[in-house]
């Protein structure tokens, strides 16, 4: 027998009456067999009783089993009852925190998670691949218009008029005309990629948790 099919069962014992079992628990629910002497709370229908054990016998590849009697409340027990007691609400309370902190936590993540990056730093499908390809050439270096690829005449007036990209009119003819990120739109592209990073750190965070 394995040790945890060991049984341990309790029995009351009442002078001219049989034994009555009290309970029948596995060993590992006690953590190690109560001893002659030791005091053994129960709680039967929802009220405690205590009792002592009187002897206890260990039955070969069945378990052990106890006999005890009932023993009135006492102030010894008193005190280590609301002792335990105290302690379950303190548990309970820090317990309850720890939830609600969590709770808030994941809140949190959800808003970061869901959150839209703010109009100012917002870009649209156009308009990032454009800023992309100007922030790998450098902020402030001039490139033809017609080597940024997508940076049509729409796009251009809207980027334009944000102050990320400024535009210089060449002398030769129209396809001459240069365009060069500003600081402006270099600040917003960093910007958004760093709400990027937060939204999937709120997910990685989110998916840890669950």
């Not at 006999?67 to 280590?80: D, G, L, N, Q």
Request: glycine share 6%; with cysteine; hydrophobic share 40%.
């Amino acid at each position: 027998m394995s040790e945890v099919d060991v049984r341990i069962r309790i029995y009351e014992m009442i002078d001219g009456k049989p034994l009555s079992q009290l309970l029948d628990y596995p060993l590992s629910s006690f953590g190690s067999c109560p001893n002659v002497g030791d005091t053994v709370v129960l709680d039967y229908l929802r009220e405690n009783k205590f009792y002592s054990v009187s002897r206890r016998y260990h039955l070969v590849l069945r378990g052990w089993a106890l006999i005890v009697r009932e023993i009135p409340s006492c102030p010894p027990i008193e005190a280590v009852m609301e002792a335990w007691e105290d302690d379950d609400a303190w548990y309970a309370s820090i317990d309850a925190q720890g939830k609600a902190e969590d709770e808030e936590q994941n809140r949190k993540h959800r808003q970061i998670v869901v959150s839209k990056p703010p109009h100012e730093i917002a870009l649209d499908y156009w308009e990032e691949p454009v800023i992309q390809q100007l922030k790998k050439i450098g902020v402030g270096k001039h490139v033809r218009v017609s080597a940024i690829k997508g940076l049509g005449e729409n796009t251009r007036r809207k980027l334009e008029k944000r102050g990320f990209i400024i535009v210089k009119a060449g002398t030769a003819r129209a396809d001459s005309n240069t365009v060069a990120l500003t600081p402006a739109g270099a600040k917003a592209w960093k910007s958004l990629l760093a709400h990027r990073k937060k939204v999937e750190a709120a997910k990685a965070e989110m998916f840890s948790d669950s």
